[in-house]
């Protein structure tokens, strides 16, 4: 590694590092502990739907364990079941781990079943994929691909579809092709679409979170909220019923009418109740002998209590011991038995008696109508429960398999009809929660959708994508039927789950699907190309200003590759390594995307606070392509070894000697590899030209913001490193935008960066000092030392891996506000 300097070769030999050093390898212990959990689960969560999940998953590792076992599963290839090609779709569960199933594989599906039943043939696929290609199945095939009428899950589900339009256009032998690959497997995998009702929306422009029959599943699926029927049900009928039995009360008070002679109960209660207003002029019940109209009413009343509480159970307070109703009743039952009270049941009606007047008045006065009328008015309210059913009612009459383009009919208050005919409250609005619900729904541009919050992260962004490029890489197919078959199955392709790879190997891409090969020398590329750029770099703008302070994910990283290629832009996005399996080196495109951050970048603020050298990175690249003055040879020995300087640059500047494996070890070097390419965003603002219309200052103080936000849960998280490392990430996003202000903006920005701190908890500023300090001190022209600090330690390089304690998390004790956070801290 002759072309490191030799301060980072010193720097790396004297750092402190891990002794371990192994050879990885793939184990059982990952799928062993999963298979544990998915155990644990399955036999304690309450929930039976988890249960039966946890089922499921016992299977598939069980599956996995097996397959590790007998050498039928090689984890960490890209072709891990034995005999089964790399482009057939595996089974893949958590972690990257294949089961050793193909997704395309397993029992006949039901559609699967009736096809069998309605051509006359057995019912397996060998006879089914025979079905499809004679005549009566390729033209039931055609009308498909006419009609455009199908469903493709996993891309296996394309392949017939393809050789029928292969045949009709006129190419037997691509057809002949195709079916060769693909007849070793005609017993095993689904090569035939299933039944759908109408194809895709083909708007390139516009996505949506879920289809309208999702949304009202989702919809649907809302039961009513136990704790806010009791509450109606209180309100509605206790409360009312309730006051009737203390107004019966208060009948017999003194000073409610004419003398009586008192009884038995009433001589045993001692002196009446003080109190004051409507309490102090309630005095002692049965101070006056009950006649019989009043006992005959007070035996009616019981019944009717005994018949709504059979009826209405949700509300229990009236039956627990000690709340004033439950002593109203047995008082009453006890007295229209007995006609008298014991001085125990006596004293706790008086104590009921005075305490609910007390509380909201007499039963008639103003102040006890007031409470009534506003609480029966609450009990009116719909249900969020009967406003779900009526907005699913709405969702039900759209066209389910899309998105819809406006949602305001469908979240609109109830209309007067629906009134009448639902018995809901005219008028009555739609509960925000349902609202949240329709509007992912909504088909707009991505822009839109991430305006309105319906998009709320980059990773839920990355799950739309697929809508858009789908669209995109169809338009380079001249026929309408080939472009809807190649969206569905571009779509479907995005479905696939990532496998787990060591040793540097790719997923695989949609191109080495054979049936999509089959029809790529077809494609156009001209205005394909022109769009697929426009998608290109609207995307990375959108994901720019909707998430400045978020790293790209590997999802949407994959998206972005694919635009790229189809505009001919010759543009390397990397993906966020796994610290868990991380080799020790990187592929090419790293390199490349390093020397291309190097061009943009050279002699920023950025390059100056992370101490990078970028004109040495800049030449690697060049020597690897044979244009630079470093590793002659032959052009694959000067790419292998640029990479290697590469991936050992990394090691230096991350203070870790190569060939020593920790994950947090990983993780450093693979920071440095991230701050090096500046993980995408560097490709993206340079070669694509991205702009996002705010500008680069508006990002740079966002970015700040979550930090801020992120440094707050560091002393209330029991694991706060992810948290730590993420502060990072954003930190970093925000030096690079701040490296691409004018000078004035990004003295503004840094000169507004302690107001957001003191808009925080206390803590946030002291423990962001040390990197505020240190950018400051970047940004005046000084450096940081060799171990990234300065000032004798008061300023600091925000880095987010680390092999020791981080700083970030201690603060002062007096920057906590409280002693309880004080105490959380120690």
Known sequence: MRSLPRRLMNEQDERHEPKQTVDLGIHAGYPTGQLARAFTTAAAHEDPGARRRAERRIGRWQDVLAGMAAGTLTVGSRTPVAGLPAWVTPEVVRGGFATGAASAGGPLLPHETATARRAGVRADRAALFAYWLSDAGLAELTALLDSGAYEVAVPEEAALLTVAWLLRSGDRLGALRLLETLQPFAGRLRFAPRPGTAPAPSDAAVAHRLTVGEAGTAVGRRRPNPGVEAMREALAVWNPFFDEMLALWLETAAGSGSEGSGTAGADTTGADTAGSGDAGRVGRVLARTPDKDWLRRAAAMLRRYERLAARHTLCTKHRKAGENPLSLRLALEEYVTRRALDPARFGRLQHAVDSMVRRRGLPGSGRHQELRARQAADAARPSHHALAQLVARRLSVLPQDTGTPDVAPLVAPVTDEEA?????????????????????????????????????????????????????????????????????????????????????????????????????????????????????????????????????????????????????????????????????????????????????????????????????????????????????????????????????????????????????????????????????????????????????????????????????????????????????????????????????????VLAALDGETARHPSHVADRLAPALAGLRLVAAGGSFEADGTAEGGAARRFLGWTTERHWLRDAPLGSLGSPKERQHLL
């Open 420 to 748: 009448q005919a639902s018995g809901l409250t005219a008028g009555a609005a739609i509960p925000e929660v349902v609202r949240r619900t329709v509007e992912s729904a909504l088909s707009a541009p991505l822009a839109t959708l991430v305006a309105r919050g319906v998009v709320p992260s980059a990773e839920v962004l990355a799950g739309l994508v697929p809508q858009l490029v789908a669209s995109t890489t169809a338009l380079a197919y001249p026929d309408e039927a080939l472009r809807t078959l190649m969206a569905a199955t571009y779509r479907a392709f995005r479905n696939r789950r990532s496998l787990l790879l060591l040793n540097l190997e790719r997923q695989v891409r949609i191109e080495e699907l054979p049936w999509v090969a089959a029809v790529a020398g077809l494609r156009r590329q001209g205005e394909a190309g022109r769009s697929a750029r426009t998608a290109l770099v609207h995307l990375a703008e959108v994901s720019l200003q909707g998430f400045p302070a978020t790293i790209l994910p590997n999802p949407l990283v994959r998206e972005l590759s694919t635009l790229a290629r189809q505009a001919g832009e010759d543009v390397p996005f990397v993906e966020e390594l796994a610290a868990d399996i991380f080799m020790g080196t990187f592929s090419g495109k790293f390199l490349k995307a390093a020397a291309g951050a190097g061009r943009l970048l050279g002699g920023s603020l950025y390059e100056r606070y992370y101490g990078l050298d970028y004109e040495l990175v800049v030449a690697l690249e060049e020597s690897a392509h044979g244009r630079g003055p470093l590793e002659p040879g032959t052009s694959a020995q000067s790419a292998r070894s640029a990479q290697q300087d590469f991936a050992d640059l990394c090691h230096a500047y991350a203070g870790v000697r190569p060939r020593t494996w920790s994950v947090a070890a990983n993780g450093k070097v693979i920071e440095q590899a991230q701050i090096l390419t500046t993980h995408n965003l560097a490709a993206v603002a340079g070669p694509l030209g991205a702009a996002p219309a705010p500008g680069w200052a508006d990002l740079a103080r966002r970015c700040f913001t979550t930090v801020c936000r992120l440094t707050a849960q560091v002393p209330y998280n029991p694991r706060p490193l992810p948290t730590i490392k993420d502060a990072a990430y954003a930190w970093r996003q925000m030096l690079f935008h701040l490296s691409l202000c004018a000078a004035d903006e990004r003295a503004a």
